[in-house]
């Protein structure tokens, strides 16, 4: 079985003593070789980690900081994940920053979506940040070196990613134009199936 999730980034705001919870504002997947003109941004799921064939995904969310109010100073970030169901656990998962801008598309897949459909104009691919337009500067999305954060998805329920790197991650995003967009990896021969739920930030 294929691990199911959804996403939320809860934010702290502690001189407010406030929560922020953030949805992504899009997400899509990466699909590697051999299926780099693949896409399903528009899809009700996404992906991330290895298939049966050795075929990687990526998945790609984005979040638009805008609702955390000006001058707000973070405390804490969480991204939390709602797993259904999965194989092969343990599986470590990890989240780093995409440093350049991607289109989410309109290409849905059929089924379960873990093929994906071929890719139309203006969707993220393996090797497009939108398809028609800018490349990736290297194939598989353009990533910071080191990972935000790293958790261990141990069977069906919630898993939570959290750390400084996802707080300054957000930090940086308050900042025009006020996105954030994460990459997950599943870095074992375990794919996870995700899908969005929403995120929170507290800042004081």
Known sequence: MKPLFTAFLFLSLPLSGATVIL???ADATLY???????ADGAGDWFFAGVNADG????????????????????????????VDRGRLFPSPLTAQRVTASWNEGITNASGREGQGSPAQGGDVTWA????????WSTPGGDFAPTESAAAQVTGAGVVTLSGP??????????LIPRKITAGSFAWSNTLLRLRTASSRAQTP
């Open 55 to 82: 075929n990687i995904r990526r998945a790609l969310l984005e979040f638009d900081t805008s609702l955390i109010p000006a001058g707000s100073v973070i405390s804490a970030v969480e991204l939390r994940l709602v």
């Open 32 to 38: 590697g070789p051999p299926s780099e003109a693949i």
């Open 165 to 174: 790197g996802l707080v300054s991650d957000v930090s940086s995003g308050s």
């Open 23 to 25: 949805s992504p504002s």
């Open 128 to 135: 497009f940040r939108e398809l028609g337009g800018s490349a």
